[in-house]
């Protein structure tokens, strides 16, 4: 699997995402950013385990 963001980088883009009010919704984000969702599920189990990592409340 071919990813370019280390997995602090998607966590610093989660808490951006959820920072600027973007819905952090798995389908949404699997639309609008294909490369954090792919990263994110390279370095963490799902995208909920990301999402918690990151210390961001859905």
Not at 13 to 22: D, F, M, P
Request: proline share 3%.
């Amino acid at each position: 699997m071919n990813v370019n963001m280390s997995a602090d980088e998607v966590l610093t883009h989660i808490k951006q995402l959820q920072g600027s009010g973007t819905t952090l919704n798995k389908k949404k984000v699997k639309q609008t950013h294909p490369d954090l969702m792919r990263s994110a599920l390279f370095y963490f189990p799902s995208w909920e385990h990301a999402i918690q990592n990151a210390e961001v409340l859905e």
